[in-house]
């Protein structure tokens, strides 16, 4: 745990933005949803990049 301990503010940052209830649904938000209508949305939080890739048959 000593090695993590220095990302621990930016996690409690984000908690107390968005509270408890938030942050354990971030998946819901995040990641890569399909739906019943036959699309596809990939959200992704990346401060900083310059760029992103999404390679795949689709």
């Not at 107390?16 to 971030?26: E, K, S, Y």
Request: aromatic letters at 16%.
């Amino acid at each position: 745990m000593t090695r993590h301990t220095e990302h621990l503010p930016f996690y409690q940052e984000k908690l107390d933005m968005v509270g408890i209830h938030g942050f354990t649904n971030a998946h819901k938000i995040y990641g890569i949803h399909a739906y019943e209508d036959g699309t596809i949305e990939a959200i992704e939080w990346c401060p900083g990049i310059k760029n992103m890739y999404l390679f795949g048959e689709f």
